[in-house]
């Protein structure tokens, strides 16, 4: 699992827990009066707390009772912890979600792979595209890559530069447009219908010509 992924499941993972946390701060009774009745998990103590498993969906709801008072979920090896002062209300809602909580965590991994894989599709035809629309072309250019975007920065007269945004969800109605706004904002600005921005060409760059 590639960074990205995982850090979409860990905020996932994390607003659910701050979410049930804050929700049961004021329930009763405390840890002190613990008694647990929940079929399905098998409960181990550890120091200064106890962990909560369930082999059926590969999770853990760990809490500790003394001292530094913490809670903690772990599912598929995503981990998140609270450190607040929580309640027999909060292990419960805990307990009685964790299933729906780790489907939706499997959903949203499933639906982030699909879209890093779409985002990836993207960014290669951009880059071909690029390459087939600047050919033979008056024009050096560089590239920049970002989450959702490649930007094309294009280097014109007089050291001016202008920047392309080309986003990957709108990527097949910006490049049919792209040389011919490049060769109208040479004339004039007004009648550009890309979006562009202007600063001075960065010296030190790269700059590519076809």
């Known amino acids: 699992m590639n960074y990205k992924i995982e850090r979409k499941l860990k ?11 804050e929700e049961t701060a004021n329930d009763n009774p405390r840890f002190n009066k613990l008694h647990i009745e929940k079929k399905g998990f098998e409960m181990a103590k550890r120091r200064g707390g106890y962990d909560l498993s369930n082999n059926d969906f590969q999770s853990v709801i760990g809490y500790q009772n003394s001292g530094e008072r913490s809670f903690s979920l772990k599912i598929d090896g995503i981990f998140t912890s609270v450190k607040r002062s929580g309640t027999v209300g909060t292990l419960y809602r805990c307990m009685d979600e964790i299933d729906e909580i780790t489907k939706e965590l499997g959903q949203l991994k499933n639906d982030v792979v699909i879209q890093e894989k779409v985002d990836e599709i993207a960014k290669n035809s951009i880059n071909t595209w690029l390459k087939a629309v600047l050919q033979n072309q008056p024009y050096s250019y560089y590239t920049t890559e970002s989450a959702k975007k490649i930007t094309l920065s294009i280097k014109l007269k007089n050291r001016v530069q202008l920047d392309i945004p080309i986003y990957f969800s709108k990527f097949q109605k910006i490049m049919p447009e792209l ?5 109208q904002f040479e ?5 550009a219908k890309i979006k562009v921005l202007i600063s001075n060409s960065k010296v030190n760059q790269q700059w590519k010509t076809q």
């Not at 004339?187 to 009648?191: F, G, L, P, V, Y």
């Open 11 to 21: 905020d996932f993972l994390d607003k659910k827990l701050k979410e049930i946390v």
């Open 179 to 183: 040389l011919n706004t490049i060769q």
């Open 187 to 191: 004339k004039t600005a007004n009648e």
